[in-house]
């Protein structure tokens, strides 16, 4: 079901800031940058790799105000890794049959993603602590 690594989502302060350290320390490229009003962030998509199931991107993530998953996530745990984003073919398919196997489904329906893609979330409480994003992509 899951094809790939699309994304690691970290979260951060100041989006700028981070991605001059990606940038320096990695030699990573952003690829992408957008303001997301629904999931509350100020995003940007690094380029890590390419594979034969599609790319794989660092996701930097910047609250847009305190009050949202990311701003409540750094007041509680301080900068990090705030998610997972798997690749898959078919997200409402695949939310059907996770949802099936007694996971909390943040997401009943796909969102609007990163990038033209469309995500949902599943409840970290359900996946032993890990914030875990479904990405339906159509990049590749
Ligand atoms: C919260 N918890 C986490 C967590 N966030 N655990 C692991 N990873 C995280 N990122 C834990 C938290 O420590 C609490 O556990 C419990 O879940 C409830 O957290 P809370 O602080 O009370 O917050 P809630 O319940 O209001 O919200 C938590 C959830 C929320 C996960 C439901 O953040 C959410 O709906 N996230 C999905 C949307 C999202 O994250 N959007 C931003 C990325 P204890 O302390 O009670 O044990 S947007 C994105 O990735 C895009 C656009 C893209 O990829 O294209
Ligand atoms: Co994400």
Known sequence: MLLRIDHVGVACHNLE???????????????????????GVREAMLHVADGDQGAS?????????PDTA???FLAKRG?????????????????EEIGAK???LID????HGSMGASIAFLHP?????VLTELVETSRR
């Not at 984003?85 to 398919?93: H, I, R």
């Not at 009943?108 to 969102?111: D, K, N, S, Y």
């Not at 409480?125 to 602590?129: A, E, T, Y």
């Open 108 to 111: 009943e329906r796909p969102r």
């Open 125 to 129: 409480k359900d996946v032993g602590g």
């Open 79 to 95: 900068e990090g890794v705030h998610h997972i984003g798997y690749g898959v073919a078919d997200v409402t398919k695949a939310l």
């Open 70 to 72: 990311v701003g409540k």
């Open 102 to 104: 007694g996971v909390r």
């Open 17 to 39: 800031e981070k991605i001059e350290f990606y940038e320096s320390v990695f030699g990573l490229t952003v690829v992408s940058r957008e303001v997301n009003e629904e999931q």
């Open 57 to 65: 991107y660092v996701q930097l993530l910047e609250p847009l105000h």
